[in-house]
Antibody
Framework: EVQVLESGGGVIQPGGSLRLSCAASGFIFSSYPMNWVRQAPGKGLEWVSAISGSGGSTYYADSVKGRFTISRDNSKNTLYLQMNSLRAEDTAVYYC????????WGQGTMVTVSS | DIQMTQSPSSLSASVGDRVTITCRASQGISNYLAWIQQKPGKAPKSLIYGASSLQSGVPSKFSGSASGTDFTLTISSLQPEDFATYYCQQYSSYPLTFGGGTKVEIK
């Protein structure tokens, strides 16, 4: 079964750091770009970041550029999102999604930035 | 950045109704358009990619079409399990962008 499973969310103070992980299974992980998408409480979907299958190309939304870093370990079939200098407006459920048409989504992991 | 304008933002419909949701791209995106369904408290689910291709396992009551920069999602006969929020999403170029969503509610 093709699936992705996020982990690493939690409650963090403003200015803090957190690393999210997304474990993939059931497909050739290195063949696909991967994405992070977030959803603030009661709001719509917002694309955050993407990475190519090889990891050689990365892309970011302006709202997170310079603070978040996407990476992947194809030997472990795992996608990461390192989040630094967190702000209250980063509070959201973070989803990882397979490929640029987002054909497979995880269940999400909640990140709450609050003092 | 490519803006995706989705309409309506909400609609009320009855079981058995035919429902149409539209999405307009601010510039050409070819057919790099996906439709996503999200039920309350649940993760999003992909319905359609390439503007009109159904994802595996998605029932044929869902269909998508394209005309230039205008895209349409149609549900042929609305069922109770279809009440949800629907988003369009372009993947023609970065940053990837979503429409604002259409909440389909029970009349």
């Amino acid at each position: 079964e093709v699936q992705v499973l996020e982990s690493g969310g939690g409650v963090i103070q403003p200015g803090g750091s957190l690393r999210l992980s997304c474990a993939a299974s059931g497909f050739i992980f290195s063949s696909y770009p991967m994405n992070w998408v977030r959803q603030a409480p009661g709001k719509g979907l917002e694309w955050v970041s993407a990475i190519s299958g090889s990891g050689g190309s990365t892309y970011y939304a302006d709202s997170v550029k310079g603070r978040f870093t996407i990476s992947r370990d194809n030997s472990k079939n795992t996608l990461y999102l390192q989040m630094n200098s967190l702000r209250a407006e980063d509070t959201a459920v973070y989803y990882c999604a397979k490929a640029n048409a987002f054909d497979i989504w995880g269940q999400g992991t909640m990140v709450t930035v609050s003092s | 950045d490519i803006q995706m304008t989705q309409s309506p933002s909400s609609l009320s419909a009855s079981v058995g109704d035919r429902v149409t949701i539209t999405c307009r791209a601010s510039q050409g995106i070819s057919n790099y358009l996906a439709w996503i369904q999200q039920k309350p408290g649940k993760a999003p689910k992909s319905l359609i990619y390439g503007a009109s291709s159904l994802q595996s396992g998605v029932p044929s009551k869902f269909s998508g079409s394209a005309s230039g920069t205008d895209f349409t999602l149609t549900i042929s006969s609305l069922q109770p399990e279809d009440f949800a929020t629907y988003y369009c999403q372009q993947y023609s170029s970065y940053p990837l962008t979503f429409g604002g969503g259409t909440k389909v509610e029970i009349k």
